[in-house]
C-alpha cells in the first residue's frame, strides 16, 4: 500500500473553474506553466504509480496576502468526489483572530483528517504562543500536522520560521501530538534527523528533489550527508512517502526511493505504514517508540 | 479554406504509442476540404508525432531504440529545479526522444480524402505521461 502524505491539489479541475482564484495560487505557491487536469487524469497518475491514497494540503494565507492556496472546503470537494482514494487536510492562518473556530469547523463539521501548517509562508514560529490553542485543538480531534519545514520554493516564505530546531519545544510541550517536519527539513537534515531520533512523535516525508535528479539527489542525502543506514537502522518508522506534487512527481520519486535499498519491511513502512501511524489509523508495532 | 480540429488524449503510462489515425483520416472526410493539406501538430515538449507501421514488434522496437539513446540515467544538464517552471522536471529523455521523433506530420488531402500508404499509421508518442495531451488537426486547402 502507497499512501502519498504530500500533495497540493492547486492544479485539480474541479477546484479551478476561477482563473483568477488559480492565477492567485499560482503565484503565492511560486509554479507554473501547468494547467489544471480532470480528476479522471489525477487517479489515472495515481494508479499508474501505485499510489493508493494521497493526502491533500490547503493553505490559509488569509492575513498575508488575503487568501489561501487551496481552501479546507475545496479539499472537503475532492474527497468527496473519490473518499477512498483521498485524505482531507485544513489549514488556518494562525494569524487570524478566529483561527481556533476555523479549525474546529473543519476537523468537526468538514471531517478534515489533519492540519497543514507553512511557518515560513504564513509567518511564524511554530513554538509562539499563538500556535497553543491550534495544538491543543488538535490533540482533542487526534488530529496530526504536517509542517514544512526547511528551504521553501514559496516566494516570500523565509527559511528562518521553518528551521527544524524551531519545532523541538512543540515536540516537547506536546508529546502525543504526531507531526510531520516535511522534506527533511533541507537543508537542515541532520537537525531533522535529530528529532526524528529522539523524539517519537516526530515524522518526516521523502519530499525533496531540490537539485538533480530523484536518483542523484537521494543518494546524496540518504547516502552520503545521512549515514547510508540511518533510515534502514534508525528512522525506519519515522519517514513517510510524499511527493510534494505538482512540485514534484511520484513518477521520479517512487524509483530513486526503489532504489536505496531499502529492507522490503522498511521500504513498506515508508510506502504507506508510517503513514498510518501518523494518521492515527493504526498505533505503532514498536511500542516502544511510544 | 482552413479546418481546425484539436484531440485531446489521456495518456496512461510514461511511454505509450497512441494511435491517431482514424481520428485524423475521419476529420478530413468530414471537414470539407477536397484537396490540399492536413497538419498534425503535437503541442507539446515531451511527446511526439510519429508515421510508421502499425505492429506492436514495431512499436517495442522504436521504444526499444529510443531507450537506448535517450537513457533514464546519464547526466543530463536539465536535473535540476526550474525557478521560470517552479518544478523539478528531471524528465531530459522525454525532450530528448521528442527531438528525435519530431512534432509534426503532414498527409495530403485529395478529393476529400486522407492519402495515406497502406502501412502508414500516425502515432501520438507519449515520452512523459500519464498525461493529457493536445493534438491539432488543421486542413488547409480548398
Known amino acids: 500500500m502507497i499512501i502519498d502524505v504530500h500533495t497540493h491539489p492547486i492544479f485539480y479541475k474541479a477546484i479551478s473553474e476561477d482563473t483568477e482564484i488559480l492565477k492567485y495560487r499560482k503565484e503565492q505557491f511560486g509554479i507554473f506553466k501547468q494547467s489544471p487536469s480532470p480528476l479522471e487524469s489525477v487517479l489515472q497518475e495515481m494508479d499508474y504509480n501505485g499510489i493508493d491514497r494521497s493526502i491533500l494540503l490547503p493553505l490559509d494565507l488569509t492575513t498575508q496576502s488575503g487568501g489561501w ?13 473519490a473518499p477512498e482514494r483521498f485524505i482531507g487536510f485544513a489549514s488556518v492562518d494562525p494569524h487570524r483572530s478566529d483561527a481556533a473556530e476555523i479549525l474546529e469547523y473543519a476537523f468537526r463539521d468538514l471531517g478534515l483528517q489533519g492540519l497543514k501548517l507553512n511557518p515560513s509562508k504564513q509567518k511564524f514560529y511554530p513554538q509562539d504562543d499563538i500556535l497553543k490553542p491550534i495544538y491543543e485543538l488538535c490533540l482533542q480531534y487526534n488530529r496530526p500536522i504536517l509542517f ?143 | 479554406m482552413v479546418k481546425l480540429k484539436t484531440l485531446v488524449i489521456r495518456s ?40 510508421n507501421e502499425g505492429l506492436e514488434c514495431v512499436e517495442t522496437d522504436i521504444e526499444e531504440l529510443l531507450e537506448r539513446l535517450a537513457p533514464k540515467d546519464f547526466p543530463y544538464a536539465h536535473a535540476h529545479f526550474l525557478p521560470s517552471y517552479g518544478a523539478t522536471g528531471s524528465n531530459s529523455p522525454s525532450h530528448l526522444k521528442s ?38 488537426i488543421q486542413v488547409i486547402g480548398e
Request: hydrophobic share 40%.
Open chain 1, 148 to 290: 514544512h519545514a526547511g528551504m521553501s520554493w514559496e516566494p516570500d516564505a523565509p527559511a528562518k520560521y521553518s528551521h527544524p530546531l524551531n519545532f523541538e519545544e512543540v515536540a516537547i510541550a506536546y508529546p502525543d501530538l504526531r507531526m510531520c517536519l516535511a522534506h527533511f527539513g533541507w537543508p537542515w537534515v541532520h537537525e531533522t534527523v535529530m528529532l526524528l531520533l529522539k523524539y517519537p512523535n516526530v515524522f518526516t516525508d521523502t519530499s525533496l528533489l531540490h537539485m538533480d535528479n530523484a536518483l542523484d539527489f537521494y543518494k546524496q542525502v540518504f547516502k552520503t550527508n545521512m549515514g547510508p543506514l540511518w533510515i534502514e537502522r534508525n528512522l525506519n518508522d519515522k519517514v513517510m512517502f510524499g511527493t510534494n506534487s505538482p512540485r514534484f512527481k511520484a513518477k521520479r520519486l517512487l524509483p530513486a526511493l526503489k532504489a536505496m535499498d531499502f529492507r522490503p519491511k522498511t521500504l513498506g513502512k515508508i510506502l504507506g505504514g508510517n503513514a498510518q501511524v501518523f494518521l492515527g489509523e493504526r498505533g505503532n508495532e514498536r511500542p516502544w517508540l511510544n
Open chain 1, 69 to 81: 492556496i487551496v481552501t479546507n472546503e475545496d479539499v472537503k470537494h475532492i474527497v468527496d468526489l
Open chain 2, 12 to 51: 496512461e503510462a510514461e511511454f505509450q504509442m497512441i494511435k491517431i489515425t482514424e481520428e485524423i483520416r475521419s476529420f478530413i472526410a468530414d471537414c470539407g476540404v477536397q484537396n490540399g493539406l492536413a497538419a498534425v501538430i503535437s503541442a507539446h515538449t515531451t511527446t511526439g508525432i510519429m508515421i
Open chain 2, 99 to 136: 527531438m528525435i521523433s519530431g512534432n509534426s506530420c503532414l498527409f495530403v488531402v485529395q478529393d476529400g480524402q486522407m492519402i495515406s500508404g497502406d502501412a502508414q499509421d500516425v502515432y501520438l508518442a507519449e515520452f512523459d505521461g500519464p498525461k493529457s495531451r493536445k493534438v491539432y
